[in-house]
Every structure is written in structure tokens, then in C-alpha cells.
């Protein structure tokens, strides 16, 4: 906690929880899963994408074929259990205790 005094000169207090916003991805895989396009980490806090060209756009082709992200985890075929402890157990006991708190499904 931070105690400050505003223009009046009276001291009130507030709560100093600066976070960074966290970035997860979750891949389920299914029977026709894109196991070409995409690869994982050694580290399992990158993915890569990478698609091939669509030839039908002739020689010049300037389209984007590959994609990397850096995320502060990547859980691949994760059970639900391991996602909630993972990604959503401390936004959920944080927001019990009055904070704000975001997931994105």
C-alpha cells in the first residue's frame, strides 16, 4: 500500500498492484490438426506458424507465410485443470478479493 496526500492535504491510501498483462495460448488438437503449420518451442513459451504460398497468386507473391509469437506460456494439449492453475487461479483469487481481473476465451 502507498500512502499519498492530494491538494488538500488529506492522506488517503491506495493500492499498488501493478501487473503486465499475461499472454497464454492453448492448442487442442484434433484429428485434423495442422501439425505442418504449426511448431512449438523448446522453451513452451513460443509458437510458430508458417503457411505455404498460394501459387495461384502468380510469381509475385508478397504474401506473409510465417508468424512468431513470444507468450509467457504456450500449453499444448493441457488439460482443463492445468489451464486453471496455469493461466486463471491467481486472476480468480485476486478478483475475490475486490481486483479486477480479465480472461479471454
Same mark, same amino acid.
Given at each position: 500500500?502507498?500512502?499519498?496526500?492530494?491538494?488538500?492535504?488529506?492522506?488517503?491510501?491506495?493500492?499498488?498492484?501493478?501487473? #503486465?498483462?499475461?499472454?497464454?495460448?492453448?492448442?487442442?488438437?484434433?484429428?485434423?490438426?495442422?501439425?505442418?503449420?504449426?511448431?512449438?518451442?523448446?522453451?513452451?513459451?513460443?509458437?510458430?506458424?508458417?503457411? #505455404?504460398?498460394?501459387?495461384?497468386?502468380?510469381?509475385?507473391?508478397?504474401?506473409?507465410?510465417?508468424?512468431?509469437?513470444?507468450?509467457?506460456?504456450?500449453?499444448?494439449?493441457?488439460?482443463?485443470?492445468?489451464?486453471?492453475?496455469?493461466?486463471? #487461479?491467481?486472476?480468480?483469487?485476486?478478483?475475490?478479493?475486490?481486483?479486477?481481473?480479465?480472461?479471454?476465451?
Amino acid at each position: 500500500m502507498e500512502r499519498r496526500k492530494n491538494s488538500d492535504k488529506q492522506y488517503f491510501t491506495r493500492m499498488c498492484t501493478r501487473k #503486465k498483462v499475461h499472454a497464454f495460448v492453448r492448442v487442442k488438437p484434433t484429428d485434423v490438426f495442422a501439425h505442418e503449420m504449426i511448431r512449438y518451442g523448446d522453451d513452451n513459451k513460443t509458437i510458430d506458424i508458417h503457411l #505455404k504460398k498460394d501459387i495461384r497468386r502468380g510469381v509475385v507473391n508478397n504474401q506473409q507465410t510465417d508468424w512468431s509469437f513470444k507468450l509467457d506460456g504456450v500449453l499444448h494439449d493441457a488439460s482443463q485443470d492445468l489451464v486453471y492453475e496455469t493461466v486463471a #487461479k491467481d486472476v480468480v483469487s485476486q478478483a475475490l478479493d475486490g481486483y479486477n481481473g480479465n480472461l479471454i476465451n
